[in-house]
């Protein structure tokens, strides 16, 4: 049971700020009319968060997020863009522009706006936009969703076909779609951590290559190596075939649950690759890495970590929802991991704080 002060604070708070006079009288106080206005806001956001997001994905799917890119943008252009009858076509550019996605910079002309700006120029972020049709399909009732038993097929379960057997079409949709979005995770992974202190690093699923070649251009003296299922490798070999990379990168194709992890490494990465798991299987991993590593050697974990300052709802939030719909996994935090890893045999984890928890968290641990 809970301490009998919390229980009984949030109960008294909770009643409090659900009493419509309370609400009423808040919303009139000058000192505290602002969190009254905040909070209100918050709930609508809460409510209407689908139809944002779906804003997003019309002015990603139309086109009309480059265009405004390219400069001011008139009504007649936005219907030339977008391909929409003229009503249409305004009311999804007001509408983008209501979410900051857009921003109208004089009468009939808009330009990208303060949300619109960092996302047009992020083509990871863009890919999950596009890519969120098959979570929101899953998604479309929820509860029914959360009833149903987790070996029931779903849009994202077949998206994240992950077995030695994979048909290469399935690997290479999936595979495109994570190495278009790493660039984020990388700088920040990159940022936190100085690699350059090891003398080889391979990266565990580390799936087209993308994270080994930024470690690549950041460590020009490091030995490379990238584990992925067959399937994947097959796309790796042929993305850095020609490359500098092509004979710097050692490529190991297997399943890290079945076959024994590569050894001469002194540092091993696992870059979004825990979360997809379920506890069983994160603790056979890790003691297959422990097992690998020399001593002294490091497991460095980077993903998004449930229960993040300044990022909570994306961790149990989003990822709860998205991992539950792809059937497998679940955010963790940093301290669940900690309890993982020293089980595992590891002997000291460094949380190490990055700029943006909301892209990736990591922790560097010891063997
Ligand atoms: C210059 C003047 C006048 C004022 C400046 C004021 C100022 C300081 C403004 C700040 C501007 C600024 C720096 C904005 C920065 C914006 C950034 C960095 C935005 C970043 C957005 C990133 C997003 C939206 C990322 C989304 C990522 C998603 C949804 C990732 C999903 C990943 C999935 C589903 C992974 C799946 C893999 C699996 C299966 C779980 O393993
Ligand atoms: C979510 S993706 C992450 C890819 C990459 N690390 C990144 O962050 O962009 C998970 C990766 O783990 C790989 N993977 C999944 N199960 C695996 C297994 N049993 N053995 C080896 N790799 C596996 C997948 O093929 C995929 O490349």
Excluded at 168 to 173: H, I, N, R, S
Aim: glycine share 8%; charged share 15%.
């Amino acid at each position: 049971m809970p301490p009998r002060w919390r229980v009984g604070w949030t109960a008294w708070r909770n009643a409090t700020i659900a009493s419509p006079r309370f609400q009423t009288w808040a919303a009139r106080l000058p000192l505290v009319r602002g969190v009254a206005r905040r909070r209100a806001a918050q709930s609508f956001d809460l409510l209407a968060g689908f139809c944002y997001s779906q804003i997003l994905a019309a002015t990603e799917a139309s086109g009309l997020l480059d265009r405004l890119a390219e400069g001011p943008c008139n009504l007649a252009a936005v219907i030339a863009t977008t391909g929409l009858p003229e009503p249409a076509a305004l009311r999804l550019v007001r509408a983008a522009a209501a979410i900051d996605l857009a921003e109208s910079v004089g009468p009939g002309w808009w330009m990208l706006g303060q949300q619109g700006a960092p996302l047009q120029a992020n083509p990871g972020a863009r890919a999950m936009v596009r890519h969120h049709a098959l979570l929101y399909a899953d998604l479309a009732d929820p509860l029914a969703l959360l009833r149903a038993n987790r070996q029931n097929p779903t849009a994202l379960s077949a998206f994240w076909h992950y077995s030695a057997e994979t048909e290469g079409e399935t690997a290479q949709a999936y595979s495109t779609l994570m190495a278009s979005s790493q660039a984020m995770v990388a700088r920040e992974t990159l940022a936190a951590y100085p690699f350059a202190r090891h003398r080889r690093v391979v990266d565990l699923g580390g799936g087209h290559g993308v994270f080994i070649a930024a470690l690549a251009a950041a460590c020009p003296a490091l030995g490379l190596g990238v584990f992925d299922l067959p399937p994947v490798v097959a796309g790796t070999a042929t993305r850095l075939a020609g490359t500098t990379l092509g004979d710097r990168v050692t490529l190991h194709p297997g399943d890290f649950f079945g076959t024994p992890l590569p050894a001469g490494y002194d540092c091993m990465t696992l870059v979004r690759i825990l979360h997809d798991h379920d506890d069983g299987a994160v603790e056979a991993l890790l003691a297959a890495a422990w097992a690998a590593l020399p001593r002294g050697g490091r497991l460095v974990i980077s993903e998004p970590m449930a229960d993040t300052s300044g990022a909570r709802a994306m961790g149990d939030g989003y990822f709860g929802l998205y991992l539950w719909a792809m059937n497998s996994g679940r955010p963790r935090s940093a301290t669940e991991y900690r309890t993982l890893l020293q089980k595992a045999g590891f002997s000291t984890t460094r949380h190490i704080p990055t700029d943006l928890p909301v892209i990736t968290s990591v922790l560097v641990s010891t063997k």
